[in-house]
């Protein structure tokens, strides 16, 4: 389990919604949405960036275990690790961008580095 946050959802749920999550966050390098699940999010992201790195057939198919769409994997493994090639870690940042006007819940922005 990636943190100890519930977010409201039973285990199910919520590992399905990280899933798609950092699948849609690896497809397009930026996503808002509250600080909580940005806390969540980016750990999960950079375990798959560092399974991109390592390149091989057993990495590859963890990955494709858990991102849900076959394309994310492919740029995963292209771009996005020859990208971070020469870094050790620290892919995401989460940026807080104030409160959500209709329930006043904190959002934030993941991005890639």
């Known amino acids: 389990m990636p943190g100890t946050r519930k977010l409201g959802k039973t285990t199910d749920q919520r590992m399905a919604m990280l899933r798609q999550q950092v699948t849609d966050f ?30 091989t057939l057993a990495s590859r198919r963890q ?12 740029k ?11 870094r050790n870690g ?3 940042r989460v940026t807080r ?11 934030g922005v993941i991005e890639l580095v």
């Open 63 to 74: 990955a494709l275990s858990f991102i849900t769409r076959e394309d994310v994997v492919t």
């Open 26 to 55: 690896l497809d397009h390098g930026k996503m808002e949405t509250t600080v909580t699940r940005c806390k969540e999010i980016a750990p999960l992201a950079e375990k798959m960036i560092t399974l991109g790195k390592k390149n």
């Open 76 to 86: 995963l493994f292209g771009e996005l690790a020859s990208k971070y090639a020469d």
């Open 97 to 107: 961008t104030g409160a959500r006007r209709g329930d006043a819940a904190e959002m």
């Open 90 to 92: 620290g892919y995401t």
